[in-house]
């Protein structure tokens, strides 16, 4: 059973463009959430999707959006990068609430030039 | 609003001694309890969790941590380490109602050595 896989694992990406990452969720699952985990850090709470729609967010600017498509999968999308966009984004999915657990992806290292 | 506070940012013992993670949280509602493992390269993997009942919680290899409601404390423990226990670790929580976010704390990196 194939658990959280996010694509790509790795980006190098210049200042000012645009990056989209992808999760596909664990078999089963039909929440996703994103984290955004800066070097030496917790990872700190994007967005959730649930049913294709963004019911929670964190404290993150509008630059940061994302999507969930029918099947479940989600894209994160970050525009206009900056610097301090360099991170690892990991990709958690859930059946309902945290009770259930959450399975996160091994992340897409961003790394902004 | 809740928040994490893991008390140390790096740990260091020996092989097969015991070993005490602290972790203290701050919330004004009712919250589930979790511990979760990196290892370097990988995402996060879950321990253990605490989602009500008993205050003593068994998660995966060998670990285990006792929920203080009174001293809002949540501190993991493992009897005897070993080298493959080298990693990050990170003490989280969400509130029991709505959409369950997790609140990460810092982290601790567990040092295993021979």
């Known amino acids: 059973d194939a658990g959280v896989t996010q694509s790509p694992t790795h980006l190098i990406k210049t200042r000012g463009q645009q990056v989209t990452l992808r999760c596909s969720p664990k078999?089963?699952?039909?929440?996703v959430s994103w984290y955004q985990q800066a070097l030496g850090q917790g990872p700190q709470f994007i967005f959730q999707?649930?049913?294709?729609?963004?019911?929670q967010r964190g404290n993150f600017p509008d630059r940061f959006s994302g999507h969930q498509f029918p099947n479940y999968s989600s894209e994160l999308n970050v525009n206009a990068l900056l610097l301090g966009d360099s991170a690892l984004y990991l990709c958690?999915?859930?059946?309902?609430?945290?009770?259930?657990?959450?399975?996160f992806g091994s992340g897409t290292r961003l790394t902004v030039v | 609003a809740q928040s994490v506070t893991q008390l140390d940012s790096q740990v260091p013992v020996f092989e097969e001694a015991p070993v005490e993670l602290r972790c203290n949280y701050s919330?004004?509602?009712?919250?589930?309890l979790f511990w979760y493992v990196q290892y370097p390269n990988q995402g996060l993997q879950l321990l253990l969790k605490?989602?009500?009942?008993?205050?003593l919680v068994k998660g995966i290899n060998g670990f285990e941590a006792e929920f203080n409601k009174s001293q809002t404390s949540f501190h993991l423990r493992k009897p005897s380490v070993h080298i493959s226990d080298t990693a990050e670790y990170f003490c989280?929580?969400?509130?029991?109602?709505?959409?369950?976010?997790?609140?990460f704390g810092a982290g601790t990196r567990l040092a295993v050595h021979p």
């Open positions: 989280a929580v969400s509130d029991i109602s709505g959409y369950n976010k997790l609140i």
């Open positions: 078999s089963g699952h039909d929440t």
């Open positions: 958690a999915s859930s059946l309902g609430g945290a009770q259930n657990g959450y399975t």
């Open positions: 999707y649930y049913e294709e729609e963004e019911r």
């Open positions: 605490y989602l009500s009942g008993s205050t």
């Open positions: 919330s004004s509602v009712s919250v589930y």
